[in-house]
């Protein structure tokens, strides 16, 4: 089955920068849309940015301008590059393919994900 492995989380203060990795155990970022989701405290799971195999990006609002998700297909990751963070972006980030057209999830196995705080 497909391992989800994210990494890059921290602790950072307002303003920051942090880049996120995801590794996927099977070389699917050629064929399948992938995202980024993330969760807070109490909150819902929450698309935050995908990328479809032919590169086209798309973001929640409250990220756009700020984060920039890419792929390296032969290096089997996704990346997540958040700039000028807030604290409102604090969560346990997770990556997996998406369904196309919409922002599904499509792997039932999730990654144990990668925390990120913005606190000062």
């Known amino acids: 089955q497909v391992r989800l492995v994210e990494s890059g989380g921290d602790l950072v203060q307002p303003g920051g920068s942090l880049r996120l990795s995801c590794v996927v155990s099977?070389?699917?970022?050629?064929?399948?849309?992938m995202g980024w989701y993330r969760q807070a405290p109490g909150n819902q799971r929450e698309w935050v940015a995908i990328?479809?195999?032919?590169?086209?990006?798309n973001y929640v609002d409250s990220v756009k301008g700020r984060f920039t998700i890419s792929r390296a297909n032969a290096k089997k990751t996704v990346y997540l590059q958040m700039n000028t963070l807030k604290p409102e972006d604090t969560a346990v980030y997770y990556c997996?393919?998406?369904?196309?057209?919409?922002?599904?999830?499509?792997?039932?196995?999730w990654g144990q994900g990668t925390q990120v705080i913005v606190s000062s």
């Open positions: 099977r070389n699917v970022l050629g064929i399948y849309t």
């Open positions: 990328i479809t195999a032919g590169g086209s990006t």
């Open positions: 997996n393919a998406v369904v196309d057209s919409t922002t599904t999830p499509l792997f039932d196995s």
